[in-house]
């Protein structure tokens, strides 16, 4: 009856596609190869770190890098800095993905409730993204961690809190899109519901851009807690997080400039290799790429 | 002003229906169906005007029956069909199905109507989610209505794309491994997949190759045969709908033209709008030469319509009166009914 050719199966859902050409984009994959070797180094730090990054040695302040024992040196109470980047790794990574967990899922719930339901829900839920908009960012969440009190739990909720309206938005902007489309309707004829249609039909093709936009967010949110930490608003010394190092290192600029050269180039590395990494993956989902 | 079609209930012969809806009763029975859609303006969002898409149709469809719904882009066509099955909300009017008037039920009611009514698309590639597997693409509506689980839903399945000529393989697979009349089949067994009584196919091969064109029309034919089907067919092809129809139903700017039985109108159009696009189908043989009704400039705005008969700004034949009364639809022979004045009226 089909005498139509039914075509050979092709093994490739288009996600194949999309690897290969972010795959044969060179700073994407060193980007990806920069946050492997990080996610690792956080996971294994007891094992890889030589020290303990709380373990004072108040007669060896200051050593320069390369000296015994200390690769890259130690800090003004002679912890060595190499352990205090490692396990700041965890840190790092570890509120960068809850914030970006939080903001994107808070996000894109509200953006698809706010762009299938439409009508006084929509209203009110873009008027609340506006105002997040409207409020200076870092004085919001300078303002609540004052209120609350400086801990990395804070921390963690008040950035994802604040950044959920970039994932709103973009989310509801696809909803707009798509509800409109066929297989939506097709849905609404086979007796759906809003439930089902949002996440079912809605959602799953709406996350694409989501995950580019999350991989940008992780880094933004890991200078943001930087910055907080550098501040003494956010993660407490003697914990070691990145910020907190450059806070602590910065009074000992002129006797030991490492000690912020080492935190400051961690912090921009990882920053770039998520970029790479959200660059890279926007570039190949762009369905206007032409495949070489 | 309504322009009932009142069509004769004629008894046919050996119609019962699988679900013993008495023979000859109409299955959907639309009156004076209305679909305006807003144009909001101003500072206050006021509804500055109206499009008027769909404007006074009636139309009955006994079951079993495929009637064509036919007309250029922007008549209405498809919005009417939308409109009958309340996947938009229609301004007014009722929709008789099966004796209950569905224009009126609530939402949630209307989800029980929605295993005895449903929708073939146009567009093969935008109708089938393309993060679902085809298996949960059919099987959707049967988990919506909980009508099989587990292995009986998964046998349902099988069987309907058996059906609809692709086989039990193709469950898992995503629809981009399908070619245009593969995923048009996967929408045909979607739909069918309630076992509903009405299906409204809004130009479900007007995407496709010519090539496989036919192979669709045949598969809704033998459907529709061997299921009992009711079928709404609309189209802008007036050669398709000549092959399936029972009746052909004419539409333009949003109102109906001329209804007859499919024969009766290829041979025997009585409005000029049905003449114009009878005369637009090419004839597969160059040597039959023949007399060309060409319109003349687009289609008017339905936010603005002609008054009178919306045609008559095209009309070949129009005349004074036709911008002052609204042609009604006048039965000239049985079941032939045509809505022009110029043209003689029943005899």
């Given amino acids: ?292 | 002003m309504t322009q009932a079609v009142t069509v004769t209930p004629e008894v046919r012969s050996g119609g019962a229906d699988k679900r013993g809806v008495t023979k000859g009763e109409h299955l959907l029975e639309v009156r004076d169906l209305k679909k305006y859609f807003p144009i909001k303006g101003g500072v206050f969002s006021r509804t500055v005007a109206n499009v008027k898409a769909v404007e006074d149709v009636s139309l009955n469809i006994k079951p079993g029956e495929v009637v064509g719904l036919v007309g250029e882009s922007g008549s209405g066509k498809t919005t009417a069909g939308r409109a009958i099955l309340r996947l938009i909300e229609p301004t007014s009017g009722e929709i008789i199905f099966n004796g209950v008037d569905i224009a009126k039920v609530s939402k949630s009611q209307m989800r029980e109507y929605r295993k005895e009514m449903q929708i073939i698309f146009q567009d093969p590639f935008a109708s089938l989610n393309p993060r679902m597997t085809v298996g949960d693409i059919i099987g959707e509506a049967l988990d919506i209505h909980r009508l099989a689980r587990g292995k009986a839903r998964e046998e349902r399945v099988v069987q309907l794309l058996e059906r609809t000529g692709l086989s039990a393989q193709h469950m898992r697979r995503y629809p981009h491994e399908f070619s245009g009349g593969q995923r048009q089949r996967i929408g045909i067994a979607r739909a069918l997949a309630v076992d509903p009584q009405f299906i409204v196919a809004d130009e479900p091969v007007s995407a496709l190759d010519v090539s496989i064109q036919a192979q669709v029309v045949n598969l809704l034919q033998d459907l529709k045969e061997e299921l009992g089907l009711t079928l709404l067919f609309i189209a802008h092809d007036l050669g398709v709908v000549e092959y399936i129809s029972d009746r052909v139903v004419v539409m333009y700017l949003g109102r109906i033209m001329e209804v007859a039985p499919a024969r009766e109108l290829y041979r025997n159009p009585v409005h000029p709008y049905t003449e114009a696009l009878l005369s637009a189908v090419p004839i597969p043989d160059p040597t039959v030469r023949r007399e060309r009704v060409i319109l003349q400039g687009d289609i008017p705005s339905p936010i603005n319509p002609p008054s009178g008969c919306v045609f008559r700004t095209r009309c070949p034949i129009a005349a004074k009166e036709c911008a002052e009364v609204v042609p009604p639809l006048e039965e000239v022979s049985p079941g032939h009914f045509k809505a022009c004045i110029r043209r003689p009226g029943p005899n």
């Fill in chain 1, 1 to 292: 009856m089909a005498s139509e050719a039914v075509r050979s199966p092709s093994r490739f859902r288009p996600e194949n596609r999309v690897l290969r050409a972010f795959f044969q984009n060179p700073l994407a994959l060193l980007g990806a190869l920069l946050i492997v070797a990080l996610v690792v180094v956080a996971v294994t730090a007891p094992w890889v770190a030589p020290h303990d990054p709380l373990e004072l040695d108040l007669l060896a302040p200051y050593l320069p890098p390369g000296s015994e024992g200390h690769l890259l040196g130690t800090d003004n109470f002679g912890r060595d800095i190499l352990s205090r980047l490692i396990y700041g790794s965890r840190i790092s990574l570890f509120i960068g993905v809850i914030v970006v967990g939080i903001a994107s899922v808070v996000g894109a719930l509200l953006g698809l409730v706010a762009g299938y339901l439409g009508g006084w829900v929509d209203t009110l839920i873009m008027r609340a993204v506006e105002i997040f908009y409207a409020f200076p960012f870092l004085i919001l969440v300078i303002a609540v961690i004052a209120l609350f009190g400086p801990s990395i739990f804070n921390v963690m909720w008040v950035l994802g809190v604040v950044s959920w309206p970039v994932y709103a938005r973009l989310v509801r902007a696809q909803v707009l899109t798509l509800r409109e489309t066929e297989y939506v309707e097709a849905a609404r004829a086979s007796g759906g519901g809003a439930g089902r249609i949002m996440l079912r039909h809605i959602l799953p093709n709406a996350l694409t851009p989501l995950l580019v936009t999350a991989t940008f967010g992780i880094p933004e949110a890991i200078l943001a807690s930087a910055a907080l930490g550098f501040l003494g608003l956010g993660v407490q010394p003697p914990t070691p997080e990145w910020g907190v190092m450059v806070s602590e290192g910065k009074d000992f600029i002129r006797i030991a400039p490492t000690l912020i050269m080492w935190p400051g180039l961690a912090i921009m590395l990882v920053v770039v290799s998520f970029n790479f990494v959200g660059d890279g993956l926007r570039d190949a989902l762009d369905p206007r790429q032409v495949e070489r």
